[in-house]
């Protein structure tokens, strides 16, 4: 997996504990949601994002290596 589905795969997860953990122990863990969803938009309109930072250094490729199909 590359970078992008990593930082994708990070951001539903954190979305859907935090709704989860909002629904079932407490409404507050609806701000942590928030949060996710502005970082998003935020490095939408920055180009940056402290996960993808993190990621890369965790040593995640930013290539496209393992994708399959043709570019016409």
Do not use: H, K
């Amino acid at each position: 997996m590359n970078i992008e589905r990593y930082l994708r795969l990070i951001a539903g997860f954190f979305v859907l504990i935090s709704a989860a953990l909002g629904f079932a122990v407490s409404p507050w863990f609806l701000l942590f949601t928030a949060f996710v969803g502005l970082n998003l938009m935020q490095s939408a309109f920055t180009n940056w994002c402290p996960m993808i930072s993190l990621l890369r250094r965790l040593g995640v490729s930013d290539g496209a290596a393992g994708r399959t199909g043709m570019a016409l």
